[in-house]
Structures are given as structure tokens and as C-alpha cells.
């Protein structure tokens, strides 16, 4: 989908926002947080929400995992043997 540069500057500070947001949330999880099993779970799941939103938004992954999954169909269902029946 092809989005106007309108949209696509107001979807960039929306997720710049969240990105701060989640980053207080860590800061405050961190200060607040003294058993570590939960500081840990509570972080990773921070760093993992905020990892998300930079590769699908600022890295564009979404928009490449479709030739991805072509190309990775095309090399695992290529098949040897018809190849060689073509030649």
C-alpha cells in the first residue's frame, strides 16, 4: 500500500513517540524493579517491542518479506531433477 509522504511523516513520529514512551517505561521498570527474574522479563519484553517497531518501520522489513519468502520458496522447491530434464 502506498501511503501519501503526509502519512508516512505522521506514522514515523507516532512510532519515534512510542519508542520514548517505551524507553521511560524500561527506565522506570528498572528503577522501580528489584527481583531480577522479573526485571529481566519485564526489559526483554520492552527491548523486544521496541526492536519490532524499528525493523518493521524504520527498516522497511515488511515491505521486503515478500521477496524474501520467494526468494527462500525458490531455493528450498527447486528442483534438481527438473532441471536437468529441461536441458
Do not use: N
Not at 515488511?62 to 531433477?81: K, N, S, V
Amino acid at each position: 500500500m502506498h501511503r501519501t509522504l503526509q502519512e508516512t511523516l505522521k506514522i514515523g513520529w507516532i512510532v519515534i513517540s512510542l519508542l520514548g514512551i517505551l524507553t521511560a517505561i524500561e527506565f522506570a521498570i528498572a528503577i522501580v524493579i528489584d527481583d531480577t527474574p522479573w526485571l529481566f522479563t519485564l526489559l526483554l519484553v520492552a527491548a523486544l517491542a521496541k526492536a519490532w517497531l524499528i525493523i518493521q518501520y524504520f527498516m522497511h522489513f515488511g515491505q521486503l518479506w515478500g521477496h524474501i519468502t520467494d526468494t527462500w520458496y525458490g531455493m528450498i522447491l527447486d528442483d534438481p531433477e527438473a532441471d536437468r530434464e529441461e536441458d
